[in-house]
C-alpha cells in the first residue's frame, strides 16, 4: 500500500509569451487525508497595470484511496477589491457555501440549485487526479476521465481525453514521463450564458493539461496548462516541482 507523498512546486504563467504571473503548490497526501494549497500573482508589466494574487487551500480525507474534500477556500484580492470564497463539503455534497463580499445578484445567471451542489468537487481537489487500480500509472487510460467541480460560484463540467507522452524537465526537481490530456469544458450554472469569455472556453478543443504524479501516491498533477485566448496562447508551467514519497510507516512484529 501506498503511504503518500508531497510536492513543492513552482509555477510560471505566461500570455503569449510574456510573463504575467508566479506562484506556488504545496500537496500533502497521506494514507487517511490530504491538503493542498495554492498561492500566485501578477508579475513584469501586468503588475504596473492590475497588480492582484490569489491563494487557495483543500483538504479533506482519503477513503479507499480516493480524495474526499470537506473544505475549501479561495481569495482574490486586487488594488480594487477582495474577495473570499468558502465551502463546508459533506462526501459528494457541498453543504455550505459563501462568497464575502456577497455579490449581486445578476438575473441572467442561470442560478445555483440544490442538485449543482451535489455528486461535485472543489476545483483544487478536481485538479489532483487519482488513477484507480495498481497497474502502471502513466498510461492513455489515465487521461480518460471526468469531473463536476462547483467553486463556490460556477458549477462545470471537465472532460479530459488522451492526447500523448512526452517527457519533461524542470530546473529543478522532476524530470520524466508526462502524459498530456486535452481538456474539455462545459458550464452548467452560475453563470451568464452571454458572456463571451464562457463561450469561447466551452468551443475551445485546444487545451491542454500535462501530467505528472506525486511520489508515493497514484495521483497525477498539472505540471503544465495550456489555453488558447483571443490574445494569444496562456499557459502555466513548472519552474521547479519537487515531489517526495512519504516513509512507509514500520509494521509492528508480533511473536
Known sequence: MLAGGKLEAKYEASLAGIAVGKGQWAIDINEDQY???????TAGLLKAFAG???SGQSTGRVVAGALVPSNYQAVTTSA???????MLITPGYVKEFSIEPEPPLDPEKIPITDAHRR???DPMTGSLMRVGGT????????????ASIFDGRMRYDL????????SVKAEKGYRGPAIVCAVYFTPIAGYVPDRAAI???AAQRNIEVTLVPIAGTRVLVPYRMVVP???GVAMLEATEFVTTPAPAKAVAKTN
Open 35 to 41: 491538503s493542498a494549497t495554492a498561492s500566485g500573482g
Open 229 to 231: 485566448t483571443p490574445l
Open 80 to 86: 480594487k477589491k477582495s474577495e473570499t470564497i468558502k
Open 52 to 54: 492582484g494574487s490569489g
Open 135 to 146: 497497474g502502471e500509472l502513466m498510461t492513455p487510460d489515465s487521461c480518460r476521465t471526468a
Open 159 to 166: 472532460k479530459l481525453d488522451y492526447k500523448r507522452m512526452e
Open 199 to 201: 463561450k469561447y472556453l
Open 119 to 121: 455528486n461535485v468537487i
